[in-house]
Nanobody, 124 residues
């Protein structure tokens, strides 16, 4: 059974940094596409960052230049380095993965596997 487990969330002040991790098991993270999503209370889940099968990354405009997505294929782990955090980054953060190769960001509905989420809270 595929498992994705996020960690690294917490509470920080504006301008601070956090590094989220998504440990995967029984999942071909080196081959498939993965992404980070977030959902704030009362809002829809939105894509934050995505990494393709070939390692190409794309970012939401609101986080571009501040967040970096990466993968450690040897350890089957996905990361999200978040710098210069803002109060509007406060949300539950989820990692997700597809079950196919892709070379452009899939629709959110096309992600098959999801983690349970990790909370990020940024205070002003």
């Amino acid at each position: 059974q595929v498992q994705l487990v996020e960690s690294g969330g917490g509470s920080v002040q504006a301008g601070g940094s956090l590094r989220l991790s998504c440990a995967t098991s029984r999942y071909a993270s080196s081959r498939y596409c993965m992404g980070w999503f977030r959902q704030a209370p009362g809002k829809e889940r939105e894509g934050v960052a995505h990494i393709d099968t070939d390692g190409s990354a794309t970012y939401a405009g609101s986080v571009k230049g501040r967040f970096t997505i990466s993968k450690d294929d040897a350890n089957n782990t996905l990361y999200l380095q978040m710098n210069s955090l803002k109060p509007e980054d406060t949300a539950m953060y989820y990692c997700a993965g597809t079950n196919y190769y892709c070379y452009s960001p899939p629709l959110i509905s096309e992600y098959k596997y999801w983690g349970q989420g990790t909370q990020v809270t940024v205070s002003s």
